[in-house]
């Protein structure tokens, strides 16, 4: 279980709270979106909770099945089941995707107490999991997200997310730049991940992506705080009225 | 007139040596190679040890690097195997499939070298027994090919050079292996070892040239080698280079190239070892429609001090020049840059780029770059860039939220940024070699640590 508590962050170096007292819990099971307004502390949220070190935590604590992860190095927290598929996955290159997709699969198995993937072995996971991706395979022999499309960037998220198994799984705006087709696509292979183990929390400007990966609540995060948690309706209400009365007014 | 110059330790010892040894030198009592000496001679001693007041050395400064000169290596080396020579190179390089041909403290050792008669396409021999008796092509080449200007480290090497290799490609050969000149210094006393080599690629003949520089041991050594290498017409070359001298080591090497027309020269210079290493590379163009690519990779810690310095001469229309350095930087290592084309008057539609990058992996590290354009046509198209900076912070955050911890990360970084540079080896066992030897340098491993 996920257990945020008055979660207070600042950028390090700057003194605006961004995040000013998030509470929230999240089950094994459960899918929670979290949706709010350009601005309001979504992707600071996805952040923190992968351990990146630009932010501060002024307030509160965080603890991933009982164990505060606040002190962990993100790679200790990827240990521990955290992924964040990224709003803007990272191009790096001169590093060959199956390269660095063997080494974060061996680092975590490894940190996992599990053996090594051998290389056919590892070799027949990728190319089952991109398949179902639509990942092509001329993908897979560039250098990591080197001239890849927006879509085909979330595609390649996915795929790290099918292949490490994560138990928290972080999505942020992972709909953001896809077509409806590839949209598809990702939701399918999202959905394919939900199960008893796992839980998500889906990071989300528009509904749309909600009609494809059905939260089991939805969180309205404003300025900071969370203001609004309700069922999946929520979404469709939002979706008509817009984030205005979640503005300023509600800060 | 005459000005009494103020020798340094060093260079009182440079001065007996050559003194005491002349009369040993190979090439002794033939005419011609005692004059080449001699003049050669003059020209060093008129300026002494290069130092931070002449320009091309402002950053490597010999008079205050070098404190010492070591004695000479003696004429014949202890008993070797080839498998020292193979230990030498290390496993990564020992399996290469070559014709290789090996120096050892400055003398070529035909009993340690496998040139397989460069299949009937070549001839090899020793440039020291060269000296004594040369040939008519060995006196229109030796020190003739694109000589630096007053560079009075090349000048040492041409009056106290002891051997090396004499090399001619046939025209129109083409070379099924790699040739590969391993400069190897063994001894268990401080020495100091200068070689010359001199290869002459015919007219249409492809071949490529790999020289390493290894240590066996780890006495203090001082080296000081020069490479001429002339390109005939519509030859295709690759000359690759690799140094992993022991950390004890000052490294003095000069190529000094001339290109002929319709040339295709791609260089690399892949440098790990030694404390102090000095790479010149001058080349010229000497005919139209010729092509050369330099790239180098310099990996670089603890104290260790790496200069690049490289002459492109465009004196003729229609080439085309690229310079691409890659450096990494760790502990107070010292990296430094220096490339200048010249364009001449005539050498209209040059087309000329440079860049050099340096990784830094620590405060303590140092990158020094000085691109420098001499344009003297007015229709060229030329250019020049420098960066250095640190691993990117969102790239090490986007591998370490996947699960690898920060070492692995950092070293899957700095592995592709020299990677790009290293994938420009045309041959793919070296390329691959230098790889490997990549890996393990990251790993902690390797001279210079």
Request: hydrophobic residues 40%; contains cysteine.
């Amino acid at each position: 279980m996920l257990e945020i508590k008055n979660l207070h962050v600042k950028i390090a170096d700057e003194e605006t709270e961004i995040l000013r007292g998030i509470d929230l819990a999240l089950s094994k099971g459960e899918v929670h979106a979290i949706m709010g307004p350009n601005g309001s502390g979504k992707s600071t949220l996805a952040y923190v909770l992968a351990g990146k070190d630009d932010y501060e935590i002024t307030a509160g604590s965080v603890t991933w099945n009982g164990e505060d992860i606040t002190q962990m190095s993100p790679d200790e927290r990827a240990a521990k089941g955290v992924f964040l598929a990224f709003q803007y996955p990272i191009e790096i290159p001169g590093v060959a995707t199956m390269t660095f997709l063997r080494t974060s699969l061996n680092a975590i198995r490894k940190a996992r107490g599990e053996e090594e993937l051998s290389t056919p072995e590892f070799m027949r996971v990728v190319r089952e999991r991109a398949e179902e991706l639509k990942v092509s395979s001329d993908k897979l022999k560039r250098p990591l997200n080197v001239g890849f499309s927006g879509g085909e960037k979330k595609r390649q998220e996915i795929l790290q997310m099918s292949l490490l198994e994560p138990t928290l799984c972080v999505l942020d705006e992972t709909d953001s730049g896809l077509d409806i087709d590839a949209l598809k696509i990702v939701a399918e292979g999202v959905n394919a991940l939900r199960g008893p183990a796992r839980a998500m929390l889906v990071i989300t400007h528009y509904q749309r992506l909600l009609n494809y990966i059905v939260p089991d609540k939805v969180h309205v995060l404003s300025n900071g705080k969370i203001v609004r948690t309700g069922g999946k309706e929520l979404a469709l209400e939002l979706e008509k009225s817009g984030y205005a009365e979640f503005g300023e007014a509600a800060a | 007139m005459s000005v009494e110059v103020l020798k340094t330790k060093a260079e009182q010892g440079l001065a007996d040596q050559y003194t005491a040894a002349r009369s040993g030198l190979p090439g002794a009592g033939n005419g011609w190679a005692e004059g080449l000496r001699e003049a050669a001679w003059e020209t060093y001693s008129s300026a002494g040890l290069p130092h931070r007041r002449i320009e091309e050395w402002k950053y490597t400064d010999l008079r205050a690097l070098l404190r010492d000169a070591y004695p000479p290596a003696p004429a014949l080396a202890e008993a070797l195997t080839g498998e020292d020579v193979l230990a030498a190179l290390g496993p990564v390089l020992a399996g290469l499939d070559c014709h290789r041909l090996v120096i050892v403290n400055g003398q070529f050792r035909l009993e340690l070298s496998d040139a397989g008669g460069l299949e009937g396409k070549g001839e090899v021999f020793s440039l020291g027994d060269a000296l004594g008796d040369p040939s008519h092509w060995l006196k229109q080449t030796l020190a003739q090919v694109n000589p630096p200007l007053n560079d009075t480290v090349v000048a040492l090497n041409t009056a106290l050079m002891t051997g090396g290799v004499a090399m001619r490609i046939a025209d129109k050969a083409e070379l099924g292996k790699p040739v590969h000149i391993v400069h190897m210094l063994t001894s268990g006393e401080a020495m100091s070892v200068t070689t010359r080599n001199v290869v002459v690629v015919g007219a249409g003949a492809k071949v490529t040239l790999l020289e390493s520089y290894v240590s066996h041991g780890s006495a203090p050594a001082q080296r000081n080698a020069v490479t001429e290498l002339v390109a005939g017409d519509g030859s295709q070359v690759h000359h690759i280079k690799f140094q992993n001298e022991n950390p004890e080591t000052a490294h003095l090497t000069s190529w000094m190239t001339r290109l002929g027309a319709d040339v295709s020269y791609d260089a690399f210079q892949f440098s790990l070892g030694a404390a102090i290493a000095r790479n010149q590379i001058f080349v010229a163009f000497a005919g139209e429609g010729s092509r050369s690519h330099i790239s180098g990779a310099v990996l670089a810690r603890g104290r260790q001090h790496n200069d690049t310095t490289m002459v492109v001469d465009h004196g003729v229309p229609g080439c085309e020049s690229r310079e691409f350095n890659k450096l990494v930087l760790d502990g107070s290592a010292r990296g430094i840059v220096q490339c200048k084309a010249i364009v001449r008057k005539d050498a209209q539609k040059t087309d000329g780029h440079q860049m050099a990058r340096a990784l830094m992996l620590s405060d303590g590290a140092e990158f020094d770059s000085k691109p420098e354009l001499e344009i003297f046509a007015d229709d060229v198209v030329c250019g020049h860039g420098s960066t250095s900076g640190q691993v990117d912070a969102e790239q090490m955050f986007y591998l370490r939220a996947r699960g690898i911890p920060e070492p692995q990360a950092k070293a899957l970084l700095v592995a592709a940024f020299i990677g790009e540079v290293i994938e420009k080896v045309e041959n793919e066992s070296m390329r691959e070699a230098f790889l490997k030897l990549t890996e393990s340098w990251l790993a902690g491993e390797g001279e210079g640590g």
